[in-house]
């Protein structure tokens, strides 16, 4: 094989940045408002989601002769993630991360609901061109930290209001996706078909510990 067929095949297997999926959990917070909504709904008017990355903090050793250098002290994450969702004309997407939020902090008395009643996880996956999950990650502990505000103007041409949404979490953690049966779970899988399913995989291989 030439070395443009081997990169073609490559290219084959590359990831598109439209082919995701994000699976929403509600909190319990909200049945008990009374407010109800197809989470199908919210992921299929999801326009846009910025899967969070991971930070190493450190700080610099100066207790040394010679050059300082920096060693790590912990782990940090992004502050929140970003998604956007197409709304529709009742602006029920907004209203549903609205009731939401005044369950965290209930506006007539400003009193705080218990962090674990509304801190459910929401799952983000990287689809194939079959739909299939490939990749993907658990957002843990999530909460609509900011609902940006919408603008109106005269000057738009039927343009669909888009709602952005800043989500709080507290931490993910990667999924592994066995595209052949359509399923996942938590790194490390201690099952051997998950571990089939990424022969590659060289540091959580799911056959270890």
């Known amino acids: 094989m030439s070395k443009i067929d081997e990169l073609q095949a490559s290219l084959n297997a590359s990831a598109r940045s439209n082919r995701f999926e994000v699976v929403f959990t509600l909190p319990p917070t909200l049945s008990g408002s009374g407010r109800t909504m197809d989470t199908n709904s919210l992921s299929l008017r999801l326009q846009s989601v910025t899967f969070p990355g ?15 250098y920096e060693v790590a002290t ?3 994450y992004a502050d929140s993630i970003t998604m ?4 529709n004309n009742t602006h029920q997407e907004k209203e549903v991360f609205n009731e939401w939020q005044d369950t965290i902090v209930y506006p007539s008395t400003y009193d705080l609901e218990y962090y674990k009643n509304y801190t459910p996880s929401f799952t983000c996956f990287q689809l194939d061109e ?6 993907g990650i658990e957002l843990v502990e999530v909460f609509p930290k900011t609902i940006n505000p919408l603008e109106f103007s005269q000057g738009a041409n039927n343009d669909i209001f888009k709602l952005s949404v800043d989500f709080a979490f507290r931490e ?6 066995d595209p052949v049966n359509n399923s996942f ?25």
Do not use: H, M, V
């Open 54 to 68: 991971k930070n190493i903090t450190t700080t610099e050793d100066t207790n040394i002769y010679g050059p300082s």
């Open 74 to 76: 912990g782990l940090s």
């Open 84 to 87: 956007t969702f197409l709304l």
């Open 130 to 135: 079959q739909d299939r999950k490939t990749a």
């Open 172 to 177: 993910w953690i990667p999924l592994q996706c």
């Open 185 to 209: 779970q938590r790194y490390p899988s201690k099952q051997a078909t998950f571990a089939a399913a990424r022969p590659n995989r060289t540091f959580y291989d799911g056959t270890r510990g």
